[in-house]
């Protein structure tokens, strides 16, 4: 497994060994071992999650409060733009982001540690997107930033305007969300 880390340290892609003939292919998705090895923390998964979007959809940025979650995620089709922001106020990266292309093609997965909020942008024409996380989903403890905050300013390479759920056209902006200390 290659392992590069971002622009923020802590969050980082991952991209399995391939394995490809005139067959098809095999890989490894994910090794608990090589994984901690990987980020160097030891780390348990408990959920996993499988979303399917259309194209121009924009999911996020979520994260929870309460239980938070570190994500492992990966695009089984289609491609994603994925983000992570950090929102750990003591943390010298705090407001910042990083943004990588997902798609079935590169298989490359993104580990976006507990204390980011996290979202993605469709652009194909759909999306399957696989993750898991540390912790429980809990609703209540869920929160919203807004995906065009400029005081985070992430270029999403949009065309147009993006589809969003109620509950992602109503997040806040950093400077008043519930961040981690």
């Given at each position: 497994?290659?392992?590069s ?21 095999f ?24 979303s ?12 929870q409060?309460?239980?938070?979650q570190?994500?492992l ?23 910042r ?15 976006v ?6 979202g ?38 949009l065309?147009g ?21």
């Amino acid at each position: 497994m290659k392992v590069s880390r971002t622009a923020i340290q802590e969050v980082m892609i991952l991209e399995p060994k391939v394995f490809g003939d005139a067959r098809g292919f095999f890989c490894e998705s994910f090794n608990q071992k090589v994984f901690q090895e990987a980020i160097g923390l030891e780390v348990a998964f408990v959920q996993d999650n499988h979303s399917r979007s259309a194209g121009g959809v924009l999911r996020g940025l979520h994260y929870q409060l309460k239980q938070p979650q570190g994500k492992l995620v990966r695009v089984v089709r289609g491609a994603v733009f994925d983000v992570a922001v950090d929102i750990r106020r003591s943390s010298p990266a705090f407001g910042r982001w990083v943004g990588v292309e997902l798609n079935e093609e590169n298989g490359k997965q993104l580990w976006v540690p507990a204390g980011f909020a996290h979202g993605f942008l469709v652009f194909s024409a759909t999306a399957d997107v696989l993750y898991k996380t540390t912790d429980y989903y809990s609703p209540a403890h869920e929160r919203c930033i807004a995906w065009n905050d400029s005081a985070i300013g992430i270029e999403w390479p949009l065309a147009g305007v993006p589809q969003l759920s109620q509950k992602d056209s109503q997040g806040v902006s950093l400077v008043t969300a519930e961040v981690f200390d």
